[in-house]
């Protein structure tokens, strides 16, 4: 697992750095903010800090988490989408967010193609079914029963 989260912070840091590293202004040893739409503990957390992490090192400024947790992630939303756009505040994102709100709620608050810039996805979110054990032993069976 840490090979992977490694793998995935690299080719994060190669599409996303490169560029950033040589254009990054004097006040840029500020801490940058990695801002989530979940609770301390959620998964776009541990994410959100294994990316701080590796931000961090490789920019050599200090990158905190920022959970600004609620309404689906539309609070994180809209706080990032008043921020500088400085490159100092970045939200870290799901589909939900960015697909699911906007077409469901009447308003949301931020409008993602015009409020964000997508710098480019850094990790796959599997989704399964599953049931109590002893129950069903395949999709198969539980859709035959």
Avoid: C
């Amino acid at each position: 697992m840490k090979s992977l989260v490694s793998r995935i912070l690299s080719a994060f840091g190669l599409l996303f750095l490169a560029g950033a590293i040589q254009t990054m202004p004097a006040y840029a040893q500020e801490p940058m903010r990695i801002v989530i739409g979940a609770p301390v503990g959620a998964g776009a957390d541990a994410m959100a800090r294994v990316l701080a992490e590796g931000l961090a090192a490789e920019l050599k400024t200090p990158v905190v988490v920022d959970a600004r947790p609620g309404a689906g992630g539309a609070i994180a939303a809209r706080f990032v989408k008043t921020a500088p756009a400085d490159g100092r505040t970045l939200l870290l994102v799901n589909s939900h967010m960015l697909v699911t709100l906007p077409l469901t709620t009447r308003e949301p608050g931020y409008d993602p193609a015009r409020d964000f810039k997508l710098l480019g996805q850094i990790a796959t979110l599997p989704l399964a079914v599953v049931v109590p054990a002893g129950t069903f032993n395949s999709l198969r069976e539980w859709l035959n029963a």
